[in-house]
């Protein structure tokens, strides 16, 4: 049971335009959410990410959006550079409560294969 | 400079026999964490450990042990491998097991025939 669900495989955006980035979970009990972007023979790196008590997380081009009525998070980029081609990977953590082995485990959508056009 | 590290980057192997994937860090994380990627399928965790000698199962442990004797060194054994887990592999660390912000490694590529 996929919990966090990347449904576009692949985006394609031109230079300069907005790259819109979806990511869909199920468990109610996440409440932290990251982005990680990843270039192709590299590990992934931490992008932004951002707690359940907000909505919204801004760091310079790249922003997050969280809708936890819908279960759902977008990253937004803009403006989108060539650079930003890459694999985006949504991740999701729980708490746990005390004692919880979720505390600190990461779930991880199927990824965005990001081209950004010159 | 702070960094995760994994040997091999690169392993064709055979079925049954034997191999270890070693991951290193140096930044004195306690959280560290195996995870294998799969097209389609995204990032699935294999084990992770807190700190030394603790460690636990993941969503995909099955064929796979670890072990955390020291603090920056968790290694990946694959005792008798098998086809299906030819997978791109990543190692992680973070500063804490609440640390949300995980490192990676740079992957490594296993091939089993």
């Known amino acids: 049971d996929q919990q966090v669900k990347q449904n576009s495989p692949s985006l394609s955006v031109q230079e300069g335009r907005i790259s819109i980035l979806n990511c869909d979970y199920t468990n109610s009990m996440f409440d932290y959410f990251l982005w990680y972007k990843k270039y192709p023979a590299e590990g992934p790196t931490f992008l932004i990410s951002i707690s359940s008590i907000k909505d919204k997380n801004e760091d310079g081009r790249f922003t997050v959006f969280l809708n936890k009525s819908a279960k759902h998070l977008s990253l937004h980029i803009v403006p989108s550079q060539p650079g930003d081609s890459a694999v985006y990977f949504c991740?999701?953590?729980?708490?746990?409560?005390?004692?919880?082995?979720?505390?600190?485990?990461?779930?991880f959508g199927q990824g965005t294969i990001l081209t950004v056009h010159p | 400079e702070a960094q995760v590290t994994q040997n091999p980057r690169y392993l064709i192997t055979v079925t049954g026999k034997k191999l270890t994937v070693t991951c290193s860090q140096n930044?004195?994380?306690?959280?560290m964490s195996w995870y294998r990627q799969d097209p389609g399928l995204g990032l699935r965790q294999i084990y992770y450990s807190m700190n030394v000698e603790v460690t636990d199962k993941g969503d995909v442990p099955e064929g796979y042990k670890v072990s955390r004797k020291e603090k920056r060194n968790f290694p990946l054994i694959l005792e008798s491998p098998s086809p299906n887990q030819t997978s791109l592999y990543f190692c992680?660390?973070?500063?804490?097991?609440?640390?949300?912000?995980?490192?990676f490694g740079p992957g490594t590529r296993l091939l089993v025939l």
């Open positions: 991740a999701a953590s729980a708490s746990g409560g005390a004692g919880g082995t979720s505390y600190g485990k990461l779930t």
């Open positions: 930044m004195n994380h306690e959280y």
């Open positions: 992680a660390s973070s500063l804490s097991p609440g640390g949300k912000t995980q490192y």
